[in-house]
Each structure stands twice: as structure tokens, then as C-alpha cells.
């Protein structure tokens, strides 16, 4: 996944699939570390697989999710209908959706703030430009 307003570039399935293969052995490494134990290179390119299987499955389901609804775009609600057979991802992707929608309200409120004061600034300026001009007339 990447972050919000970050364009997403498009790779090609051998790529990606090298990429998810890397990501796992990585992981597979840090539990092995932390759990004293070893995996297998063949048990991590079948975790690999897997993994690379299942995220297939859920990028078409999340596709017929917005589909269903008549809509071009995945949403939240999409993934979190996705997610719905585990309580606690479900969980997990509620609390982070509201953290991200709460952190994009205050953004939108800093905005908003900021562009009234810039506006009140401009006015009052444009209103000292005003008195200057209308002294100066009648200096003249």
C-alpha cells in the first residue's frame, strides 16, 4: 500500500511477484531471529506463493466489491467488507481508517484556518491601501 496522495506505479507481475518473495523472506527472516528458529528457502517461496495467491484473490474480490456498488474506485468500506472474517484485522483496519480520516479533518481544518487568515490579512491590507489613496486625494 502506499500513502495517501503517492502514485501507485505499475509493475509487472514477475516484479511483483520478486517483490512479495523478497518482502516474505525478510519476515520469515526477523521471526526466525526473534523465535530461534529457521525456515526453509522452499517454505519461504510457498509462503511467498501463498501470500502472492491470496493478494490476487483480494484485489479481485475488492474489484467486484466496487463493481457491485457501481462505482469505479475501492473504498474503505470495500476493504473492510474484505476483512470481515477477521475480527481482528477488521479491527485493526477500522482504527487505522479513523485515525486517517480524523488526521484528514485537522489537515482540512489547518487549510481552512489558514486561508481565512490569509484572506482577513489581504483585506485589511487592501483596506490601508484604500485610506492611503483616499488621503492622498484629498491632499491633492
Given at each position: 500500500?502506499s500513502?495517501?496522495?503517492?502514485?501507485?506505479?505499475?509493475?509487472?507481475p514477475?516484479?511483483?511477484?520478486?517483490?512479495?518473495?523478497?518482502?516474505?523472506?525478510?519476515?520469515?527472516?526477523?521471526?526466525?531471529?526473534?523465535?530461534?528458529?529457521?525456515?526453509?528457502?522452499?517454505?519461504?517461496?510457498?509462503?511467498?506463493?501463498m501470500?502472492f495467491?491470496q493478494?490476487?484473490?483480494?484485489?479481485?474480490?475488492?474489484?467486484?466489491?466496487?463493481?457491485?456498488?457501481?462505482?469505479s474506485?475501492?473504498t474503505?468500506?470495500?476493504?473492510k467488507?474484505?476483512?470481515?472474517?477477521?475480527?481482528s484485522?477488521?479491527?485493526?483496519?477500522?482504527?487505522?481508517?479513523?485515525e486517517?480520516?480524523?488526521?484528514?479533518?485537522?489537515?482540512?481544518?489547518?487549510?481552512k484556518?489558514?486561508?481565512?487568515?490569509?484572506?482577513?490579512?489581504?483585506?485589511s491590507?487592501?483596506?490601508?491601501?484604500?485610506?492611503?489613496?483616499?488621503?492622498?486625494?484629498?491632499?491633492?
Amino acid at each position: 500500500l502506499s500513502s495517501p496522495g503517492r502514485a501507485l506505479t505499475p509493475l509487472s507481475p514477475q516484479r511483483l511477484r520478486a517483490a512479495v518473495h523478497y518482502t516474505v523472506g525478510r519476515l520469515c527472516q526477523d521471526v526466525a531471529e526473534d523465535k530461534q528458529m529457521q525456515f526453509s528457502k522452499q517454505s519461504v517461496a510457498a509462503i511467498a506463493e501463498m501470500t502472492f495467491r491470496q493478494c490476487e484473490t483480494f484485489a479481485k474480490d475488492l474489484e467486484m466489491f466496487a463493481r457491485h456498488a457501481k462505482r469505479s474506485t475501492i473504498t474503505t468500506e470495500d476493504v473492510k467488507l474484505l476483512a470481515r472474517r477477521s475480527n481482528s484485522l477488521l479491527k485493526y483496519i477500522t482504527q487505522k481508517s479513523e485515525e486517517l480520516a480524523s488526521s484528514n479533518m485537522e489537515q482540512k481544518e489547518k487549510k481552512k484556518k489558514k486561508s481565512s487568515v490569509s484572506k482577513a490579512g489581504r483585506t485589511s491590507g487592501e483596506q490601508e491601501a484604500t485610506v492611503s489613496e483616499s488621503e492622498d486625494s484629498n491632499m491633492a
